[in-house]
């Protein structure tokens, strides 16, 4: 079983991401995600479950505050 954090997309190169993880920039590849949604549009701001430098999946800013909460809970 591995843990995703969810982080907010901050800024965008190529396949490429810094992203906001608890207020800490991470550097993320995009790869399995895109860095474009499916209408072309850049994913900048939108959240993402990151796990060991990749973004696993795209969710939504409630379910990314839901997991932080949670994470929040357990430390």
Known sequence: ???GVPGQIRTIDGNQAKVDVCGIQRDVDLTLVGSCDENGQPRLGQWVL???GFAMSVINEAEARDTLDALQ???
């Open 1 to 3: 079983m591995c843990i």
């Open 50 to 52: 990151v796990h060991v």
């Open 73 to 75: 809970k357990h430390v």
